[in-house]
């Protein structure tokens, strides 16, 4: 069974950080382009940050470039979202996704994606 969980949510107060985790199975990680999206209530979802198969590119979008940090460890299945200098803003339910596509760009801006997560709440309130 093909499972993308999330793990790291929470609360933060503005100029926090948080640290998201998306633990693979059911299938090799390595084989998929990875991305984080997030979707704010009544807003479209978006790609946030996508990761090559073997971490040699990455995109972000320009809202959160510079400040958050995509990365992944295939022989763990985890990837990962390092999200420094939260803005309340950035408040939304990110979601872990995996794409059979060769770009990074591919998944991110065209919200390409073969398998979600279920999804984690950040929230960025004081």
């Known amino acids: 069974q093909v499972q993308l969980v999330e793990s790291g949510g929470g609360l933060v107060q503005p100029g926090g950080s948080l640290s998201l985790s998306c633990a693979a199975s059911?299938?090799?990680?390595?084989?998929?382009?990875i991305g984080w999206f997030r979707q704010a209530p009544g807003k479209e979802r978006e790609g946030v940050s996508c990761?090559?198969?073997?971490?040699?590119?990455?995109y972000y979008s320009d809202s959160v470039k510079g400040r958050f940090t995509i990365s992944r460890d295939n022989a763990k299945n985890t990837a990962y979202l390092q999200m420094n200098n939260l803005k309340p803003e950035d408040t939304a339910v990110y979601y872990c996704?995996?794409?059979?596509?060769?770009?990074?760009?591919?998944?991110?801006?065209?919200?390409?994606?073969?398998?979600w997560g279920q999804g984690a709440q950040v929230t960025v309130s004081s």
């Open positions: 990761v090559s198969k073997r971490n040699f590119s990455t």
């Open positions: 996704a995996a794409a059979d596509t060769p770009t990074v760009m591919t998944m991110c801006r065209r919200n390409f994606v073969d398998y």
């Open positions: 059911g299938f090799t990680l390595g084989d998929y382009v």
